[in-house]
């Protein structure tokens, strides 16, 4: 029998071992984990027969092969290889957590060991680049809030190899740390995915509303407003006035994420219901190629969407949903919609020692909603670590293979 799960806990450990130098040193991490990872399961299915625990897999695969097939026949923005290259792209971030999720990967005592030194490694280095010169930042972590994404992953890590899911004093002394030195990258969406941090995993309680008094009701629901309030600046500067005190709407088509979003929400519009189709728009496959969409829509002169410039075109990843339209907005609503049903059903089975793997879970989808925001950090190393660890901790709630087996007998 193929013991995927040690396999997949290997795996696990490698990504996250490498999630520094995949940023400029070793770019095909992310794509290298996601190939092994799809071919374990195919593996796992052919020698172990389990095709039904990775029924999501399938699932999803096909409605990313319909969406190809949509844009190789219906349409004409790209070439076939940059539809290939970018079917593979949005299937990165599913694939680690699906098999994750059905393997149910568990680690032994020194493997969790080795990640917690991981983690602190990287939380030495990543501090240690907000007083390095800038050209280092750029050299080796290629963006100042990399680091801080880096940080938090690797705090949520450390947190999720606690001793029996509970959390020590020394462990929330460490965890603390490193998500306190994420805020040295200075990025308003890392404040708020802090605030987040903090809330799930020293504050939070199944059923606490129920029993907390009104003032203290009123003071956690003011942190989101806080959180709001502290970023507000930032996103009045890249969506709304630029560098102008008032709204302008000219000035819109001098920054290259307003455009992205403002062109997004027109393709949505003329593309009902599946979108422009992969490769079009918003996507690092749309760029090289360059897709025709940027010239349709008059947005190939703005700066950083240009085909000699095109280094902002992969900047955000909610505009990229406009390749997917209302449809495929719909199913990408569902996937999380399904993945935090899992984490309410982590919860009820333990509410006491499934507490730390809730919040983690929690935090990971806050998380990625935020940064999506304004990076692709879900279809880069990163977003695949966060994905493995979020299927690990999902796993604890979906059926085993001996159970979807009795299942079947049933049936």
């Not at 996601?34 to 299915?45: K, Q, T, W």
């Not at 393709?267 to 090289?288: E, R």
């Not at 000699?308 to 999380?336: E, H, M, R």
């Amino acid at each position: 029998m193929l013991r995927i799960d040690r396999i997949c806990s290997i795996l696990f450990i490698f990504a996250f071992a490498l999630l520094i130098p995949s940023v400029k040193f070793a770019t095909f991490i992310d794509e290298l984990i996601a190939g092994l990872l799809g071919a374990l399961a195919i593996a796992d299915c052919i020698i172990n027969r389990s095709w039904r625990r990775y029924t999501l897999m399938w699932i999803i695969i096909a409605i990313m092969t319909f969406y190809a097939i949509y844009s190789l026949i219906f349409l004409n923005y790209n070439t076939p290889a940059a539809i290939a290259t970018d079917w593979i792209i949005q299937l990165k971030p599913y694939i680690p957590f699906v098999v994750f999720l059905a393997v149910k990967p568990t680690f032994s005592g020194k493997q969790k060991q080795w990640l917690r030194y991981i983690a602190i490694f990287n939380a030495i280095i990543c501090t240690l680049s907000f007083f390095m010169p800038k050209a280092f930042m750029a050299t080796v972590m290629g963006h100042i809030s990399y680091p801080g994404i880096v940080l938090l992953i690797s705090a949520l890590i450390y947190a999720f190899t606690a001793e029996h899911n509970r959390l020590s004093k020394p462990d929330i002394l460490v965890i603390v740390t490193m998500l306190s030195a994420g805020i040295l990258c200075g990025r308003s969406k890392y404040f708020g995915e802090f605030v987040t941090a903090i809330f799930f995993l020293f504050f939070y309680r199944a059923s606490a509303f129920k029993y907390m008094s009104l003032k203290r009701r009123i003071i956690i629901l003011t942190v989101p407003l806080l959180v709001m309030a502290v970023g507000w600046s930032k996103f009045r500067f890249y969506f709304l006035t630029g560098t102008a005190t008032t709204y302008d709407p000219e000035v819109i088509e001098s920054f290259a994420r307003p455009v992205l979003y403002v062109t997004g929400a027109l393709i949505f519009i003329n593309n009902i219901p599946f979108g422009s189709g992969l490769a079009s728009f918003c996507s690092w496959a749309s760029a090289d190629p360059y897709s025709s969409l940027y010239h349709e829509y008059g947005i190939s002169s703005v700066y950083g969407l240009s085909p000699t410039v095109p280094d902002f075109i992969c900047d955000a990843f909610y505009p990229s949903l406009a390749q997917f339209g209302i449809a495929g907005t719909i199913l990408f609503i569902i996937f999380w919609i399904y993945v935090a049903r899992l984490l309410k059903k982590v919860i009820r089975q333990n509410p006491q020692d499934n507490r730390i793997l809730f919040a983690c879970g929690w935090i990971i989808i806050l998380t990625i909603l935020i940064e999506s925001i304004a990076s692709t950090t879900f279809v880069q190393t990163s977003g695949m670590c966060a994905m493995m660890l979020l299927g690990a901790i999902c796993s604890t709630a979906y059926p085993s293979v001996i159970q979807l087996k009795k299942q079947e007998n049933e049936n």
